[in-house]
């Protein structure tokens, strides 16, 4: 397989913080490459180096086999990309806006129509609407229609799915999958754990470190424990409890229950629910989960510190 | 090219879509020319004066008589001793009191004859152009009356108005307000759009793509040019139609240099553009920093000549100043390169000068 983006070493600090720290990475063509980190994590300063917006203190990036610094002008016709604040013209309608990006690449709309016309044929209903007065989901599909019209190589997302509901965010994704049978390599970050098993392989980011690199599924794999979810009657108290408890390796909350972890590999539990309930909680269920990449990411921060 | 053309017709869009962009760009130059046209005005009409006649003879009443019927002065009333003169400024009444000596007709033909003019100098601006007025006014009766008597002087005064004989305010101030409003529009509104972009972030978009740093900020600042261009011709056209300003120099070169002050502003605009990350600093700097001393040390309002050495110098940097000087030279004199090449030769540098800082300045990449 072919590497599209190849990251060596990148260092980006801004005075005394530190963004990024000495960063290395491969993203192959035609991937759905996620970029998964909480906010502060580093991920725009590592967007924006990649299209070559932002210079790294040391190390180097190259696309497609060019230099980020170097062959900037001949990158920037390459890549499409998307930054995490919504930026198209507000007072400009949706066809203005569109055709506006198709002249910035030199092109039109009609002759690259085959390519957004999944996306942009959801939004042509709107076509004479001002980009202000889109809802937050069809804005996103504006966006990438405008960075999609000139057929780039490398697809750019930083965060583009930060405040959208979730039905338009599912369908998001799916475009982005749809948009694979063009052999575009999409790079995408997103704070939302959830949305990592919808990418092809994942980079874990955390402080300006990657913390893991791999497939959705290897890295959920890869948990080194037994996960279980415990629910009691008691919301309250339930999480000071379990980390009191002797052996207890980790608990957070997730959803309406807590995942726990045991330091012991033998476990039953019968164990924990006596200690649950000579704490005072009923209604105790404990039950054996498989782990989410939030779970992974929790542990792989854990284990760091 | 095309790239080009869709960018600029996007600023277009922009503008026209942007209703306190268009009130700025189109009602302000109305304004002000209003404004300073007919309400901030110096000139003299209708000041209330008294005549204190000690001699009342033929030619005190001719000379009076003159005098009232310019239209620029109204009687109060005759006073008829000195002691009221006092009493007449002290009610506020009158602005000037003229008083004719005694036996005035009889010392007139001997030369010795002796006008007085008291003015309420509590206005001084007023009041030197009372006594200009008035002077001329007597300068101007004496030699119809006796145009071989060259020396004769009953008042020892000599007042030349060049250029604006009437010392109409108005033709000094709409060359002051051409500059002013091509500042306003072209600095501020540039140097705002193009913060907004960075603002909103669309920079951030506008730079990851192919189009040229240069050829974004020329497409941003053609349709400023354009607007700015036609609201000179619209101040202009104001100036003559409804004030009578003169032209007494071509109108190809005053186009020519107005278009060369825009170039000036434009990219003045786009260096403060450079500095500013955000349109509240570009304003502030637009407004503060640039309009009023454009407005105080151009020489639209307070006269240059007059400042203490220091703002002189000082004046000799704001590119309003010249053109200010530029303006009044073609409007009023009729003067033509040959006299103005100086003060064009500056513009054109500080244009340079702006240009380069701003390429300098501006960034391929974010900060």
Redesign the interface.
Known sequence: MQVAVKIENIRKTYGDIVALKDISLRINEGEIFGIIGPDGSGKTSLF?IL?????ADSGTVSLLGLDVVKD??AL??M?G???G????????TVE?NI???A????TTVAAQYDIIKDIYSQIEPFKDRRAGKLSGGMKQKLALSCVLVHKPRILLLDEPTTGVDPISRKEFWGILKRLKAWNITIVVSTPYMDEAMQCDRVALIQDGNIMSVDTPDNIVNEFPARLYAVKTSNKHTILTDLRDFEYTGSAFAFGDHIHFTDVRTEFTNDELKAYLEEKGHTDIDISETTATIEDCFIELMRKKI | M??F???VK?EF??IL??KQTLLIMFGLPVVQVVLFGFAITTEIKDASISILDLSRDHVTRKISNKILSTGYFKLDTYLDHEGEIEQAFKEGKVKEVIVFGRNFATEFESGNARVQLIVDATDPNTGTTLINYTSAIILDFIRGEYPEAGMFRPVALETRMWYNPELKSVYYFIPGVITIILMIVSTMLTSISLTREKE???M????????KPAQVIIAKVVPYMILSFINAVIILIMGKTIFGLPLEGSLALLLGETLLFILVALSLGVLISTHAATQQVALMISLFALMLPTILLSGFIFPVENMPLILQLIANVIPAKWFVIILKDIMLKGSDITDIWKETLVLVLFCLVFIAASVKNYK???E
């Open positions: 924006r299209a070559t917006l932002l210079l900037y002008k920037r016709k890549l990309y998307m930054p604040r919504f930026s198209l013209y507000q007072d400009l203005e055709n506006l990006f002249s910035l690449f030199g | 095309n790239r053309i869709a960018f996007k869009l922009h879509r942007d909103l972030g669309t951030e978009v506008l730079l990851a793509s192919p189009m391929v990449r974010l």
